[in-house]
């Protein structure tokens, strides 16, 4: 590699978690629990990256104020973190790639959309924060995906320029913010098919996981 400073970003959950349908069925069990049916395959397409405030606003209504939304993003997340705690594992291959990432010296970082609890439930729950030269999660940035903002957010704290960032995602709304953010990508399909990211001008390489790649190719 050259002596250009380079990182890898790191979408949390779906991309080092493969945890997408927990996500899912907790949202779904929530808005139940309300009266709303919602479709599965839809509504992560639509949402995955987005805050959780933002969902619940769009999903129940813009009047609820900034406490409702956090009493009511706290129940949801409890809910997550219940049914998906004896699955927690971080997705095959995942520590050798960061192991040769970090060899190479290329920066790590997380742009994730999830909320402090559940980065902490992850990242500590795995001992995997240490490994990382920042951590931006909802409450860092003020908007989720796709707005760039928490993928630019982990390039300035790692001192990298945008263009010498390759993002790790699973979802469409992360690939557009990685295109936003002037960012490469690489897409994992551990909830949806290829077929989900052909249009995306910024996407690299499209893997089944971590296993398939190697740190020392991505930014030939």
Same mark, same amino acid.
């Given at each position: ?15 080092? +978690? ?10 779904? /069990? ?28 769009s999903y129940l209504g813009e009047h609820l ?20 705690? %004896? ?31 559940? +980065? ?18 909802? $409450?860092? +940035? ?5 707005? %760039?903002? +928490? ?10 320029? %945008?263009e010498h960032c390759i993002v790790f995602e699973?979802? %469409? ?15 994992? $399909? $551990? $909830? ?5 990211? /052909? ?22």
């Amino acid at each position: 590699m050259s002596m250009t400073q380079r990182a890898f970003v790191f979408d949390m959950d779906g991309t080092i +978690v493969d945890n997408m349908a927990f996500h899912t069925s907790s949202w779904i /069990t929530f808005f139940e629990r309300r009266g709303r049916t919602i479709d599965p395959d839809e509504f992560f397409r639509a949402t995955a990256g987005r805050q959780g405030g933002e969902i619940i606003r769009s999903y129940l209504g813009e009047h609820l104020s900034i406490e409702e939304v956090a009493l009511l993003n706290h129940e949801k997340e409890s809910v997550y973190r219940e049914l998906y705690g %004896p699955h927690l594992k971080a997705v095959d291959g995942f520590g050798a790639l960061i192991a040769q990432a970090k060899s190479h010296g290329v920066k790590l970082a997380v742009g994730t959309a999830a909320p402090p609890a559940n +980065v902490e439930f992850t990242l500590d729950g795995l001992d995997l924060r240490r490994h990382f030269d920042a951590v931006v999660g909802a $409450t860092d +940035v003020a908007r989720g995906k796709p707005h %760039p903002d +928490v993928f630019l957010r982990a390039a300035e704290l790692c001192g990298v320029q %945008p263009e010498h960032c390759i993002v790790f995602e699973d979802a %469409p709304l992360g690939v557009e913010a990685a295109r936003r953010a002037g960012m490469r990508c690489v897409v994992l $399909t $551990t $909830t949806l098919p290829a077929s989900a990211f /052909t249009g995306f001008d910024n996407v690299i390489a499209i893997v089944r996981d971590f296993s398939e790649l190697k740190a020392e190719l991505l930014f030939a």
